[in-house]
Structure formats: C-alpha cells, structure tokens
C-alpha cells in the first residue's frame, strides 16, 4: 500500500498545483513551469517508493518496458486517478467551478481531433523517453524528477495551444471529473477527453516498448 499512497498523494499534489496555478496567472510559461516543477518535486518525493509515476501513460510505457506487473499497473492507475480527483475536487471547493474548468485541458480551435491525439502523444513519448533514461536506467546519474519535470514543462509550451498540454490521463480525467463536465456534458465532451487518453497512453507505450526493450542497458 506505501507504493500506491505515495502515488496517490504525489498525483494529487500535481493536479492541485496544476489546476490551482490558473486562478493567478494565464501565461503560458509560468504554468508550464509550475506543472514541471510539481511533477519534479514529488517525483522526486516519492520516487524511492514507488517510482514517482504520478502519470498512467507513465505506469503504460513502464508495464509495456517489462518494469511492473499488469496488476500492479492497475492499481497504480487507480490511485492515480483518484489523486488526480481528490484534487480536482479540493479545488473546486477552495477555488470555484471556473477554476476547474479553466484548469481542465480542452481541444483549441487549432487542433482538429486527430492532431490533438498526435500532439499528445508525441509530447508524452518524450516525457516517458526521458522517465525510462533518468529514472529507470541504473547507468544515470540520479536526475530522473527533475529532467521529467522539465520535459513536462517544454511539452506544454508546445502543446497547450492546441490541447491544453494534459501529457496526463489523469491530468484530464481528475479536473473533468470533479467539475461535473465528464459526467453530464454529454458524449461529444467525453470523446474529446478521450484525445487524453489515446495520445498519451500511446505515446507512453512506444516509449516504453522502445526504452525498455531495446535501449536500456539492462
């Protein structure tokens, strides 16, 4: 139970930070960056625990890299995103509807559905690209938190103007649930949420069948 309470509780601290960061400020750079450090931090808090996943496309590409079990990717999952909702959910009562909302990524009207998928996927395959050579691979030196948070920071610089830049399942899922908009907005919301689903679990995946089969020195 310590790896999926650790993975929890840093899941729900990146949601948090993540969403909360919109009531203050609607540059890109200074969001991207407090999404980055977020993850960085309690990568690094929790990654002796439980690896510091904090991201299902994460567990994805490390179950396809032959990391962990399909059980235990599950239950990685799972708390995951009940950290991502708890903190959906906490800003929803300290902050507003509005905050969630805003904070929840959506589609632009500069990316069509299978872009928006691409952009996603891409950026998430370098985000678990860099997760499997900083933080998986014994060879490195201890760097994994930081190089995946600032690889999440230059993945939402490119990809928040045309998908809000989520790199995250749960990113999307927490937000979306607690605002009320997954459940009752009907099926075109919930199949444009599933743009944060395909794109990164997609690029989690190659990422890991690359990095953990064939890259990885052991």
Known sequence: MRKYLAEAIGTFALIFIGVGAIQNTDNLLT?????????????LAVGSISGGHL?????????????ISTAEAGKYWIAQLLGATLAGLLVYFL??????????????????YLQGIAIEAVATFFLVFVYFGTGIDSHTPELGGWAVGLTVTIGILVAAPFTGGALN?????????????????????????LVYWIGPLLGGAVA???????LLKE
């Open 169 to 193: 399942p749960a990113r999307a899922f927490g937000p979306a649930l607690a605002s009320g908009d997954l459940l009752f907005n009907g099926w075109s919301y919930f199949g444009n949420h």
């Open 208 to 214: 890991g069948l690359i990095s953990g089969r064939y």
């Open 55 to 67: 991201n299902p496309a994460v567990t994805i590409g490390a179950w396809v890299g032959g990391r």
């Open 31 to 43: 969001l991207a960056l407090a999404n980055g450090l977020a993850f960085a931090v309690m990568a």
């Open 95 to 112: 902050f507003g509807k509005g905050v969630v909302i805003l904070g929840t990524p959506g589609l632009t009207a500069k990316a069509s």
